[in-house]
């Protein structure tokens, strides 16, 4: 075993080295003795040494390794030999194993407590150390010690509880009280999976001969199968008693919720139940009730566009939309608007279906169809009782629409949503609705248009040369050459669970009603309403600001691209990306109406089919040459 000892005291020799003055050792050990941290922590906060300074100096007087471990693939039995709970309380990570031999990283090896402790608990291995930075092992534990084997082992020991004893019956009823606490832990295991790695949604769907239990993280599913369908009506029957849900009825979908306490964070849950092929398949939508305050900085909105939006809505009346599909992190940005507004000078009520987040100071409605609470009610008494500021979940139907309207325009400033893939079809959607045109011109503010594209993981992320038909789609979007911007492209490692992007961000369009937008709009003149939106100052289509990140190297052109594709169907409400692709080839041949921008974007989809199919697919290229040619004769 490799001897971890400092011939002398790490201040002393840090001094000898030159590398800390006496007098800021002096400085550093008295604020260790008022504020009890550890030396080296201590001359790091006071910025007497960096972190890499000083990991680099101990690995060199303790002859051991300093390592990237963001660089290394750790099989999870590997991390494994050394439980989770002595991993986290002495900072160290289980790197390498072979034969009876394993390395250990750690971020403080000069901690003698943490080496005895591990060096007890691995006795029965030979143990080589490294050093690591403590900030990347925090992330490698939520990573690592990922709960996939308890479920599984959960999962096999319900089944056996669950066998079946003669014929093989789901819908069997399952009230046995003993197998009730493998049920919980199960579930528990599930619960803190699903928060460990981040995810918004557990789905969990029984199928003929397996239980897939997906996690929607970033927007994607990961799936997990295992093979112990039988434990199925087990889970549902649990998690319908957790939602307070009706137990017997199986044949119904139902919706409830519970709350949970996970890895401390206060989770609300949205369940629902559906009946399906082979018994009842649950979704469930996680809340994190202390995910902190909505901010606008948090969402990815670049200062100028907050700024102009916060004099928007600190107007004393008038409407602001935020639009965009299901998942396009509306509700974030309205909440982050609504705390902004959030004094106790104001009075603010909102009427939510359902109510996602609990803010403090704000009186907020839940919708309540079956008692005849619905949106339109709700609106009308919140306008007697007085508000500054309403916000209305979503704008569902031409009475909602029309009473939010006339709120704005009688002293309310009134925030809401509604489903459309950009800022300017938004007021085209309400007079659709029926909302008259005077009325949207008089009391309609602005427009916030979002979507969200998912982040490059920073950790694995390579540069991407363009191909040529990927420049040239790029630049009529654009509309301008590229320059010499670079790009990079996913690649995926074990930090971003090799799916080459980690988290999402926002992108934005604000549309402000200027006057002459109003007046299109009180004269029914949609066509004039788009033509005098597209012509205003700031206005900046979202496929751009998505481009502006890919320049940047936040994100794909892959993300880009499917962002151009999605903003040119027209309508296109739902996030369902399944028969999207067919939906786009069907669009591109049929569409009458090609604007020049949405041109573009077909040609995006186009080629980006054409480098992945068979150069030789003859209609395609037909098929591509046919858009270029109309393309060119609209004079782009
Ligand atoms: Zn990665």
Do not use: W
């Not at 964070?265 to 202390?290: C, W």
């Not at 309205?334 to 104001?346: C, D, Q, T």
């Not at 949609?526 to 597209?534: G, K, N, V």
């Amino acid at each position: 075993m490799t001897q971890l000892k400092l011939k002398q005291r790490l201040g002393d020799l840090l001094v000898g080295e030159k590398i800390i003055s006496e007098a800021q050792l002096g400085l550093a050990l008295k604020e260790q003795r008022s504020s009890g941290g550890k030396l080296g922590s201590t001359l790091i906060t006071l910025g007497f040494i960096t972190e890499e300074q000083l990991l680099s100096f101990l690995s060199q007087q303790l002859n051991i390794p300093f390592l990237d471990i963001s660089a290394l693939n750790i099989p999870q039995q590997t991390v494994l030999k050394l439980p989770e709970v002595h991993a986290r309380r002495h900072r160290a990570l289980v790197v390498k194993s072979e034969d009876n031999n394993l390395t250990v990283a750690l971020s403080d090896p000069a901690d003698l407590y943490a080496v005895e402790a591990i060096s007890n608990l691995l006795s029965l291995y030979q143990l080589d150390f490294a050093i690591v930075r403590e900030s990347q092992l925090l992330p490698a534990y939520d990573r690592l010690y990922r709960r996939t084997k308890d479920i599984e082992a959960f999962a096999g020991q319900l089944e056996d509880e669950h066998r079946p004893t003669q014929e093989f019956d789901i819908f069997r009823d399952v009230d046995d009280a003993s197998n009730e606490a493998t049920v919980v832990k199960f579930l528990n295991s599930v619960f803190e999976d699903a928060v460990q790695i981040g995810a918004s949604d557990i789905h969990i769907e029984p199928d003929e001969k397996a239980l897939r239990i997906r996690l929607r993280v970033d927007g994607v599913l990961q799936e997990n199968i295992l093979n112990e369908v039988a434990i199925v009506p087990a889970l549902v029957l649990r998690l319908k008693l957790m939602a307070s849900l009706d137990i017997s009825e199986k044949r119904l979908p139902q919706d409830g919720r519970f709350n949970l306490n996970v890895r401390n964070q206060s989770i609300d849950v949205r369940v629902s139940t559906m009946p399906v092929q082979y018994g009842e398949s649950v979704v469930m939508r996680l809340l994190n009730q202390d995910a902190g305050v909505f901010q606008l900085e948090n969402t990815g909105m670049p200062i100028e566009l907050i700024k102009r939006l916060r004099s928007l809505i600190r107007r004393p009346h008038g409407m602001v939309l935020v639009t965009g599909p299901t998942g396009s992190g509306k509700t974030t940005t309205l909440y982050a608007a609504l705390s902004e507004l959030n004094e106790p000078g104001k009075k603010i009520i909102t009427v939510e279906d359902p109510v996602e987040y609990r803010l403090p100071r704000i009186s907020q409605v839940q919708v309540n169809p079956k008692i005849g609470l619905d949106f339109a009610h709700i609106l009308r008494t919140c306008l007697r009782q007085d508000p500054d500021i309403l916000l209305v979940g979503e704008m569902r139907d031409k009475e909602t629409a029309e009473i939010g309207l006339r709120g704005a325009l009688t002293g309310h400033m009134v925030l809401s949503t509604l489903h459309t893939n950009d800022a300017i079809t938004c007021a085209l959607r309400l007079m659709d609705m029926g909302a008259p045109g005077y009325l949207i011109g008089a009391a309609l503010r602005a427009v916030v248009a979002q979507r969200l594209v998912r982040k490059l993981c920073g950790q694995c992320k390579s540069t991407h040369e363009l191909a040529s038909s990927e420049q040239y789609c790029l630049e009529k979007i654009a509309k301008e050459p590229l320059g010499n911007a670079h790009f990079y492209r996913s690649v995926g490692c074990q930090s971003c669970n090799y799916t080459g992007y980690r988290g999402r961000i926002g992108v934005f369009e604000l549309l402000e009603l200027n006057d002459a937008m109003c007046d299109a709009l009180r004269r029914d003149a949609p066509d004039e309403f788009a033509i005098e939106a597209r012509k205003t100052k700031y206005y900046r289509p979202l496929v751009l600001s998505a481009l502006d990140f890919a320049k940047q190297g936040l994100t794909s052109i892959e993300e880009v691209l499917k962002l151009a594709d999605e903003l040119t169907l027209d309508d296109r409400s739902s996030d369902d990306n399944a028969s999207q692709d067919e939906y786009n080839t069907e669009h591109m041949i049929t569409s009458e109406v090609l604007t020049s921008e949405t041109l573009g974007a077909n040609i995006a989809g186009n080629i980006r089919e054409l480098d992945k199919v068979d150069r030789g697919d003859i209609e395609k290229i037909l098929r591509l040459a046919e858009v270029v040619r109309a393309l060119d004769s609209s004079g782009q």
